[in-house]
């Protein structure tokens, strides 16, 4: 699988990709593309025509010979037409600059809107095993800063680039064409500036790049602890934090002042040996003046040049140093693009039948080992039948493999052996979203987002109407409390739901998922955050949604699972024990510890610890 590698765990000696990869996201934009680029000819084209006009106007409006002896009225008359012709070419680059910096900033933004967007689109479809590697603070940063740093480029510096190296090139041309000899002598020795110029490029394009990542080791640390806060501060950790943060912005600002200091010598290096150089040339064209073989006005127009070709490489060695940061930019970003989720929909999907009164589940021979483990099995040659319509409960020590057997049913990953099928089908011949459509899951840490208790609501089928999303709150025992809420339904829950109770985010967990009315129901711990009398009610509701569906059942409180139609004992990837609640408490095996430690236990407690060799499965439940 192709992945970017692990903040602080870069490959080194790798290839570096060009700015190439920002060619599929240009290719649209053509028109404009062009448009910014005749602009940008014209802008230049009138650049380099005011050094000719102002040579017209020294030669032939100040020292020409027949005006000498004229009136000063017939002189003002023929000023007046090369000041006009002057501002005639200074009125034109003001139009083309304008018209070419419009249309650079606009292709800057739709492209960096655009690339920003695909990245986005490409992440969000990977499977977990992404971010078993990949930080989610390291994903933001190249969605923000990254991405920010292509936009300065092609929205300013490319543009900027290419308009300095057609000025560079023409004022160098023209100064060619005026002083041949001179020029071939300041082209001797320019040659020799870029060799130096090209060492220092490299080394600046590397330290572009580390200077990236370690800004984005900075926003993986931010992430990781602006979602835990509560936990940094019940802990007194604060100062402990922002220390660590503090340690990844200095490393961060170290490699940035390295790459700095690097690119302030090349700045430097090429300015100074370019304009050495056309001094030099400048000094000989003097010469070329007193002893009459140029007129003032030819030199004036060498000047001009001269200044016109320095600009413009001072111009390109900034372009060139953003040009490498860029490029690290985009490595970074088509690294993400270029990640391959080992979990990929079939060209052909296979269609999943009808159902009726929920689907039917299989697995046979399933083996499986999380990527981030692999020498550990999470499944070992399980095999497991759920009938349409029946309630499975799935009960174990932690890592037993419950949650696993969810995962692989909506295919977060692939089996190593064995099949998974539901209705018939094997998930990896299903289409992803028709398999995932009619699976239905209430995890136990619920995902609220930052909307509305409606839109919340609402994202298990976002179609559904206002009275339909009412109807599932009704269900889910949500209703009461979010009508209780300063705007209701439309009542802002806040980032990850900071706004309500973990009760209150459970039952809008619940709500969404009895919205999307699939049928196979996964519950993964469902009530674990609601009270003795929300436990209840929502059951209650639960059990009502179970009807006429498929629903499987995690659960650590025994005394939830106690009326489903099987209940399946998992230890360490396989099924120990299979039966209804009284039969396994009667066959005294692993179950009927761990409810002997939930419904039997005294309240001096060591006894049953001392009898119970798994001290770890299960916390009691509350009286």
């Known amino acids: 699988m192709s992945k970017p590698p692990a903040s602080g765990e870069r490959p080194r000696g790798q290839s570096p990709r060009s700015l190439s990869g920002l060619l599929p996201f240009l290719r649209p934009y053509r028109l404009q593309i062009g448009l910014a ?29 027949d005006l000498a002896a004229a009136d000063p009225g017939t002189r003002v008359m023929a000023l007046r037409g090369h000041f006009g012709l002057l501002f005639a070419v200074g009125a034109a680059l003001g139009l083309f600059s304008a018209l070419r910096f419009y249309t650079v900033t606009w292709l ?21 095993e992404f971010f078993e590697t990949t930080a989610t603070g390291e994903v933001l940063s190249r969605l923000t800063t990254d991405t920010t740093l292509v936009q300065a480029v092609v929205g300013s510096s490319l543009s900027l680039g290419l308009r300095n190296l057609v000025m560079g090139l023409g004022a160098l041309l023209m100064l060619v064409v ?7 002598q300041v082209l001797g020795i320019l040659v020799v500036v870029v060799l130096p110029a090209v060492v220092f490029g490299r080394r600046v394009r590397r330290l572009s790049r580390a200077s990236q990542d370690r800004v984005a080791d900075a926003s993986a640390v931010a992430a990781e602890v602006l979602n835990a806060v509560p936990v940094v501060q019940s802990y007194t950790q604060e100062s402990r934090e922002a220390q660590r943060f503090a340690a990844a912005s200095e490393a961060a600002f170290d490699t940035a002042r390295r790459r700095s200091r690097i690119r302030a010598l090349l700045v430097g290096f090429i300015i100074t040996a370019t304009f ?7 000094y000989l064209g003097t010469q070329a003046v007193l002893h009459g073989d140029i007129s003032a006005g030819h030199l004036g127009q060498t000047v001009l040049y ?6 413009s490489v001072a111009v390109l060695s900034e372009v060139y140093g953003d040009l490498l940061r860029a490029a690290g930019a985009t490595e970074r970003l088509m690294e993400l693009l270029a990640a391959c989720s080992p979990v990929q929909a079939p060209a052909q999907p296979v269609p999943l039948p009808a159902t009726r009164g929920g689907s039917a589940v299989r697995l046979a021979g399933v083996r499986f080992h999380y990527p981030s483990r692999p020498a550990q099995a999470a499944l070992d040659a399980l095999d497991l039948e759920v009938r349409p319509g029946e309630t499975v409960a ?8 419950k949650s696993t057997v969810f995962q692989l049913l909506l295919r977060y990953y692939d089996v190593a052996a064995g099949q998974v099928q539901v209705d018939g089908v094997d998930v990896r011949q299903a289409g992803l979203e028709a398999l995932r459509a009619r699976i239905g899951i209430v995890p136990q840490d619920s995902v609220i987002f930052s909307t509305s208790a409606m839109e919340n609501i609402r994202y298990g089928r976002p179609e559904a109407s206002d009275e339909e ?5 009704r269900a889910a025992f949500a209703d009461e409390f979010i009508r209780a809420l300063p705007e209701g339904y439309q009542s802002f829950l806040g980032e990850r739901g900071v706004r309500l109770s973990g009760g209150q985010r459970q039952r809008i967990s619940i709500a969404r998922a009895i919205l999307k009315n699939p049928p196979l129901l996964l519950l993964d711990e469902a009530t674990s955050a609601l009270d003795t009398e929300s436990e209840r009610m929502v059951q209650a509701a639960l059990e009502a949604a179970m009807k006429d569906r498929t629903t499987l059942v995690i659960a650590h409180r025994l005394a939830t699972v106690q009326r489903a139609d099987r209940i399946i004992v998992l230890d360490h990837g396989r099924i120990v024990e299979t039966g209804s609640h009284a039969e396994l408490v009667t066959r005294g095996g692993l179950y009927a510890r761990l409810a002997a430690m939930q419904f039997d236990t005294p309240r001096s407690g060591p006894p049953a610890a001392r009898d119970n060799p798994r001290p770890d499965l299960l916390a009691p439940a509350p009286p």
């Open 306 to 311: 001269v200044i016109v070709f320095v600009g």
């Open 37 to 65: 680029v005749l602009f940008l000819v014209l802008a230049a084209a009138a650049t380099l025509a005011l050094p000719v006009a102002l040579r017209t106007l020294v030669d032939q409006g100040l020292v020409h010979p």
């Open 276 to 282: 050495g150089a056309l001094l030099w040339g400048l």
């Open 108 to 128: 800057g933004e739709r492209v960096t809107a655009d690339l920003r967007s695909a990245v986005y689109a490409h992440v969000v479809r990977q499977s977990p």
């Open 469 to 473: 999303v009412i109807a599932a709150a």
């Open 394 to 401: 799935l009960v174990g020590p932690s890592g037993a493999g």
């Open 178 to 184: 005026t002083n041949p000899a001179v020029m071939a």
